[in-house]
């Protein structure tokens, strides 16, 4: 899976074949995003992530490329790094996801993310396990749903799954 930022008026994200236009919150697991795209003042538009811990401790937050961690992040481990036209944040030395930097305008974000619950999310340029999964060139395919080609505008969630299910375009 192939995730892209495009720094325009409205920020677009493509997860695998599927735009998502100024949506705010791309990923959203029950009520907790995964994923948003936030504006940050004098920088555009840029990705927040949330860190969890598998036992669901909140650990940190990443918003672009500057971590934010909690007490409980410090004691964990959780750091970044930033290699050449990269961010990497790693939990003691073990990364848990990392955004290249394509070029100005196109972020590509590989992921291994835990949700509050525990949930495991898993994500990269050619395949998306766990809850999410697909790639830049295949359909995403969600809990048994096949997106191809779409295009979600203007919501505030793009893709919300729950324990129960998911939706698409929430908002």
């Known amino acids: ?9 409205s920020p677009e994200i493509v997860v695998a074949t599927n735009r998502f236009i100024d949506v705010p919150i791309i990923v ?25 811990h598998n036992d669901g401790t909140y650990l940190a937050i990443v918003v672009g490329s ?18 050449q036209g990269a961010t ?3 939990i003691n030395g073990k990364p848990v996801f990392e955004i290249t930097r394509k070029d100005a305008a196109a972020l ?13 999310l898993r994500w ?8 999410l999964f697909g790639n830049k ?7 048994g749903l096949t997106m191809k080609d779409c295009e979600v505008k203007c919501c505030r969630i793009g893709i919300h ?9 929430v908002g």
């Open 1 to 9: 899976m192939e995730n892209k930022l495009l720094f325009s008026e």
């Open 28 to 52: 959203q697991y029950e009520s907790t995003p995964m994923l948003e795209v936030v504006r940050v003042q004098g920088a555009g538009f840029t990705t927040r992530i949330p860190i969890y």
């Open 66 to 83: 500057q971590l934010h961690a909690t007490e409980d992040g410090k004691k964990a481990g959780v750091t970044l790094r930033h290699p």
């Open 88 to 90: 990497i944040c790693e």
């Open 108 to 120: 590509k974000m590989s992921a291994e993310l835990h949700t509050l619950d525990g949930s495991f």
């Open 124 to 131: 990269s340029e050619s395949e998306m396990e766990g809850v």
């Open 137 to 143: 060139d295949q359909p995403l395919r969600i809990k």
């Open 161 to 169: 799954v729950t324990k129960d299910g998911m939706r698409i375009g």
